[in-house]
């Protein structure tokens, strides 16, 4: 569960990083477009005279640029925002899974070992009353049975057979 919770949690961060990669380019090519743009216009500024009315066309083209350029920069960090809460999101959801798999892992276990416990007092209760039940006919082999005898005999089964529940119950309850 761990190793998946971990896998996961390197595939957002790789994500994440390419993102941030792919912007940091963008960046670069807008500031080196931006730094073309502004030498040529500087060039052209700089031939224009200070009067000229195509200097301040030059000029507000140079500042509407930059604004572009800002908006699409935001724009940018906006939706790198929201994928990355997105995948925080995302990530806190399958850990939350993981966490709720390792609880129902752990609460079947438990009932599989309850299970074998189980198993192994039935096997030792019928192993033995086997026991007692060869005990008795080995002694009964020595004497004629009889009616009187039956009952006896099937009432010590009865007793006993209380007796091991009662000692499986109180067994239940220690080991629980």
Same mark, same amino acid.
């Given at each position: 569960?761990?190793?998946? /919770? /971990?896998? /996961?949690?390197?595939?957002?961060?790789?994500?994440?990083?390419?993102q941030q +990669?792919?912007?940091?380019?963008?960046?670069? #090519?807008?500031? !080196?477009?931006?730094?073309?743009? *502004?030498?040529?216009?500087?060039?052209?500024?700089?031939?224009? @005279?200070?009067?000229?009315?195509?200097?301040? &066309?030059?000029?507000?083209?140079?500042?509407?640029?930059?604004?572009?350029?800002?908006a699409k920069?935001?724009?940018?960090?906006?939706?790198?925002?929201?994928?990355?809460?997105?995948?925080?999101?995302?990530?806190t959801t399958? !850990?939350?899974?993981?966490?709720?798999?390792?609880?129902?892992?752990?609460?079947?276990?438990?009932?599989?070992?309850?299970?074998?416990?189980?198993?192994?007092?039935?096997?030792?209760?019928?192993? @033995?009353?086997?026991?007692?039940?060869?005990?008795?006919?080995?002694?009964? #082999?020595? !004497?004629?049975?009889?009616?009187?005898?039956?009952?006896?005999? /099937? +009432? *010590?089964?009865?007793?006993? &057979?209380?007796?091991? &529940? &009662?000692?499986? !119950?109180?067994?239940?309850?220690?080991?629980?």
């Amino acid at each position: 569960m761990i190793k998946i /919770q /971990q896998k /996961q949690s390197r595939q957002i961060e790789g994500s994440i990083k390419e993102q941030q +990669g792919a912007i940091n380019i963008l960046i670069k #090519n807008l500031r !080196k477009k931006l730094v073309t743009l *502004a030498r040529k216009e500087e060039v052209l500024v700089s031939e224009l @005279s200070d009067d000229a009315p195509e200097r301040e &066309t030059v000029v507000n083209r140079i500042i509407s640029r930059s604004k572009e350029t800002i908006a699409k920069l935001d724009t940018v960090m906006a939706t790198l925002k929201t994928k990355k809460a997105k995948l925080t999101t995302e990530q806190t959801t399958l !850990k939350e899974d993981i966490k709720g798999l390792g609880d129902k892992l752990v609460a079947i276990q438990a009932k599989i070992v309850s299970g074998q416990e189980n198993i192994k007092l039935k096997t030792a209760e019928r192993n @033995s009353k086997k026991e007692i039940l060869a005990g008795y006919s080995v002694k009964e #082999n020595t !004497k004629t049975p009889t009616n009187e005898g039956a009952i006896v005999t /099937q +009432g *010590a089964i009865d007793k006993i &057979t209380e007796e091991i &529940t &009662t000692l499986r !119950k109180d067994l239940k309850k220690n080991i629980q």
